[in-house]
């Protein structure tokens, strides 16, 4: 059974900084890629920020320089890390992850940002 944990979303103020992390029970040798999405009122789904097993990165031009994602093999978890976080960037943030013969999706966490 797939499971997808994610975890560091909350209230940020503008210019502040959240860290995301998503972890997959599954074994590392079946994970290609892994992702993260977001969903903000009244708007479709969109690609934050994804990478490769190999660790190439895409990013959504809206986050660039100021988003990072990094993955840790070892324990099977996806990090996002954003700085300089705006108002225009609260969402519901996705975990995705891609394997041979799946896509999996987790549960969403809530980033708020505002004064």
């Known amino acids: 059974q797939v499971r997808l944990v994610e975890s560091g979303g909350g209230l940020v103020q503008p210019g502040g900084s959240l860290r995301l992390s998503c972890e997959d029970s599954r074994s590392i040798f079946s994970i290609y890629i892994m992702g993260w999405y977001r969903q903000a009122p009244g708007k479709q789904r969109e690609l934050v920020a994804s990478i490769t097993s190999g660790g190439v990165t895409n990013y959504a031009d809206s986050v660039k320089g100021r988003f990072t994602i990094s993955r840790d093999n070892a324990k099977n978890t996806v990090y996002l890390w954003m700085n300089s976080l705006k108002p225009e960037d609260t969402a519901v943030y996705y975990c995705?992850?891609?394997?041979?013969?799946?896509?999996?999706w987790g549960q969403g966490t809530q980033v708020t940002v505002s004064s």
């Open positions: 995705r992850v891609t394997t041979a013969s799946s896509i999996d």
